[in-house]
């Protein structure tokens, strides 16, 4: 596009909705929201990216192939899963763990996050997918 004013307004645009999509995923770790949603959200600026410059442009801005993406999510999400099996709770078992960090406090860590992060990973390489094969026919 030549619009001087969407290009301003989006390239402004693109780190807040990187943020917002980080905020979403950890904001869902608690209450709704999460992976799929965040997923969503980044996937969203990296079309408004590869809008207004242009595929090629917005696969280098990502610097990670989606299909890269998809695979690490979905290993990320299955190894979350089988987790608790190796300690004999049926699968998909959410296992929790407290981490102390200096300038955050307690922490409370768990599988649940890292499926989240899995879900994340495979919505936006999906995605990215679909809006890269879609703006370069």
Known sequence: M???????AIRFLLPLLLLA?????????????GGFVGGLVVSGAIALYAIIDSASAARQMLRVSP?????????ISLSSGLAPLLTGR?????????ATTVGLGELHIGTPLFFDLGVYLVVTGVSVVFIFS???E
């Open 2 to 8: 030549d619009s001087v004013i969407l290009k301003t």
């Open 21 to 33: 999509s980080v905020f979403l995923f950890l904001r869902g770790h608690n209450d709704p929201g």
């Open 67 to 75: 299909r890269i993406l998809i695979g690490s999510g979905l290993l």
């Open 90 to 98: 049926p699968f998909l078992t959410g296992l929790w763990t407290t």
């Open 134 to 136: 879609l703006l370069e």
